[in-house]
Structures are given as C-alpha cells and as structure tokens.
C-alpha cells in the first residue's frame, strides 16, 4: 500500500495513535528506535528528529555533526504488542545530516541506492528470508538459561514441538503488522525453529527480517522464555542460520532468466569470501559454518547437498539460495552487496564453474574475514571508506576480546 503523509497523519487521528516509534539500525545491524508523541510526527516528515550519533556503535564517522531520523511513510506499522487504546505505531528511518545530505553510515539507504541503480541499469531483484532461532528457559530470577525450551527435532508436533503456539503467535503478530509469513516449524536442534518469508524487494525484505526479529522477541518474551539468534548459541549441536534466496529478473519481465541466475550467482560466488564479514559478522559465526550440513566450501548444485548456493533450475522455482548467513547480521548491508556481486556477474557475463566444483572456502574465523575484507576492492569500491573502517575496526576489537578472553 502506497502512503502519503495525510494519509498516515489521517491514520493517527482514527485510530487513536498517541506513540511514533522511529527505527533504525546501528552499525553492527541492531535495532534501534526513539519514540516522539504522534503530534510531532508532521514535524518529524519535514525537519527530522535528532540523534546523538556519538552514543550509537558504527556512527562515529560523523565526527560529532548533528543526525536527524526522517521517518519513511510506507513503513508505517502498528505494532500489535502494544495497547490498543493509546496505540503505538513503528516507521523505519532514513538518517542525513542537517543539511539534508544522506548520513554515509546509513545502511537502509546504502541498500536503497544500490537497489535503484540496479533498476536503473534493468534489472529487478528480490529477496526471502528462512530465519531460524532458538527459545531457551529462563531461571528463577527470570535470567536465560542454557536448557532449550524443548528437545524436539526437525517438523516434529505438539507436545514434543513445545514452541508450536508461540510460533503460531509470532506469525499471527506479523501478519496483523501487514507482514505474511509462509511456513514455520520446529527445526533440528533442541528449541530451535525456523520462520519463512515470500521474496520481496531488497528494501522492505530487509525491513521485514528486522521486523521478525523484534516480533519475535517481543513474543517469546510474553510467553516467559529466551530467544537467542546467535549463530552458536550452544556447542556441539545445530546453529542458527539464515537462508536468503535471491531472483533478479530483466527489467519488466515476470519469467525467470535461468543463464541471468547463472551470470548473477556466479558473481556472488566470486566475492563471497570477500564480504562474509558481512553475511557472518560473529565469532561464532565461523564456529557453525562446516558443522552439521552448513557448507564452507565456495560450490554450488541445483539439487539439495550440503553446498553453499543452491540454483533452482526448475522455473517452478525462484532464483538462488545463499546458505551460509545467520541472523546476527545486517540485512542493508548483506543484500547490498550481494545486488553488487550479482550485477558484476551479469556484466561480465560470468560462467558457473562445475556443479560442486568452486572456488575457495569461506574464512575459518572472524581474523580470516577481516582480512580478506580488508584487502577487497570490491568492497572499497561499493562502500565508503569511512563506513568500511568502521566495520573493520569493530570486527577487529571482537576478535581481540575473543582471543583475551580464551588467554585468560
């Protein structure tokens, strides 16, 4: 549905909105929000509502110049959690400066303008999510534990599936925000499940894996257990992934191009070592790749094997599918440069290499992710220079903790 600004300003008055939850992510990909009352909302459409960039990981490159949160209106939301008298409402945020220019650390409008320029050169691109996550108990004082919320496997059924209704629940939650989930079900692990979402635009797919993962927090948290998203919420045992399938289609054409997935995936094959510090930006993201059917290897298949892209090549089904990200990263960023990839691969008019014969592996560690960023042009061509030191130096300072604390 297409807002104008009457039209959500009309919605706020009908439907006695009192709260504006403003959102936006930092940049590690959590995230944020700063509530105004719903009668400074028309004020915020013009001027912006200020942030204190200082006090926000990754915003430091703003070197202490005034940020202002610039609400998009076709976000708008009602978040269901919430009262139903005095209702409160959620819109996701651009950030710019005072002088209306776009804040270089924004990764919503990083997406937004790789996305547009991919348009502008012909093609379309579309994105879903399989999210997985897992539901812990809490102690007596209300503190996670580490004893999963059930010992279930994959698909199984109530009553060993004990999560069956809070997933009913977050799905119905969803949907109330105008968001429609397409399956979800008990995954392999012990309290672990995974939700699935229909492809959509890169922007509101990634807006919609930020909303699933608020929702589901929420949620969990009404029905007195602990989620965790982490990749390796516990040893020795399944982790928590994401699967993102991607499909890029000719500008104004419904039909898949098979030989344009081709071009697109082997793009992304060719780089992927180079911007995992993006699709697994934790420890452990490392410590679940290559454990329990989770590929490291850099290969691909049209069948389901433990390969890191899978390409459809029924035209039933839609695009490609990356296997290896997990739901600690930023989803701005991740579909991003994936857009970027892929259009190089169709650029170049790249080939696949033999099904299940690739490239290289994925980084065993954080360190090695840092590196192969560090050295990447292609990244130092897609994103600012600023922004990238950033990461670089965020990245750096979990991998020295990391190490400390096993030294100590």
Not at 97 to 102: K, L, P
Not at 140 to 155: E, L, R, S, V
Not at 300 to 328: H, V
Not at 369 to 385: Q, W, Y
């Amino acid at each position: 549905m297409i807002y104008s600004e009457r039209e959500i300003l009309q919605y706020i008055q009908e439907n006695d909105v009192k709260f504006v939850k403003l959102a936006f992510c930092d940049g590690n990909g959590h995230l944020k929000n700063l509530s105004i009352l719903a009668s400074e909302l028309e004020g915020a459409f013009s001027k912006g509502i200020r942030i204190a960039a200082k006090k926000i990981k990754g915003f430091s490159m703003a070197e202490g110049r005034d940020l202002f949160l610039f609400p998009d209106i076709q976000t708008m939301t009602p978040l269901p959690w919430r009262p139903q008298e005095g209702r409160v409402i959620r819109m996701f945020c651009y950030i710019r400066y005072a002088d209306g220019t776009a804040f270089e650390g924004d990764s919503r409008y990083f997406l937004k303008h790789i996305a547009k320029k991919a348009i502008q050169q012909g093609y379309r691109f579309r994105f879903g999510t399989s999210c997985e996550f897992m539901l812990f108990l809490l102690d007596d004082t209300g503190k996670p534990t580490q004893i999963p919320h059930d010992n279930a496997g994959y698909c199984d059924t109530a009553p060993e599936d004990k999560g069956e209704n809070l997933r009913r629940d977050i799905c119905l939650t969803l949907e109330q925000m105008g968001i429609r989930p397409i399956s979800s079900h008990h995954e392999s692990a012990a309290g672990q499940h995974e939700i699935d979402f229909d492809a959509a635009s890169a922007l509101k797919a990634a807006d919609t894996f930020l909303s699933f993962k608020s929702t589901v927090r929420s949620v969990s948290h009404a029905h007195g257990v602990h989620v965790s998203f982490a990749p390796k919420p516990l040893p020795q045992t399944f982790g928590n992934g994401m699967h993102i399938t991607m499909t890029v289609y000719h500008e104004n054409q419904e039909q898949i191009d098979y030989i344009l997935q081709q071009q697109a995936t082997a793009g992304i094959m060719r780089r992927i070592r180079e911007f995992a510090l993006f699709t697994n930006t934790a420890v452990s993201s490392y410590e679940r790749l290559g454990e329990f059917s989770v590929p490291r290897a850099v290969t691909w298949s049209n069948r389901e094997e433990e390969q890191l892209f899978r390409l459809y090549e029924n035209p039933a089904e839609e695009g490609m599918t990356l296997r290896a990200a997990d739901c600690a990263c930023n989803p701005y960023y991740v579909f991003g440069l994936m857009i970027c990839a892929a259009m190089e691969g169709i650029s170049e008019n790249l080939s696949l290499p033999a099904e299940n014969a690739g490239y290289e592996e994925l980084p065993h560690n954080l360190c090695e992710a840092i590196d192969c960023a560090e050295t990447s042009n292609f990244l130092k061509e897609t994103i600012s220079s600023a922004v990238l030191h950033e990461i670089l130096q965020n990245r750096r300072e979990q991998w020295t903790e990391h190490i400390s604390g096993n030294q100590s």
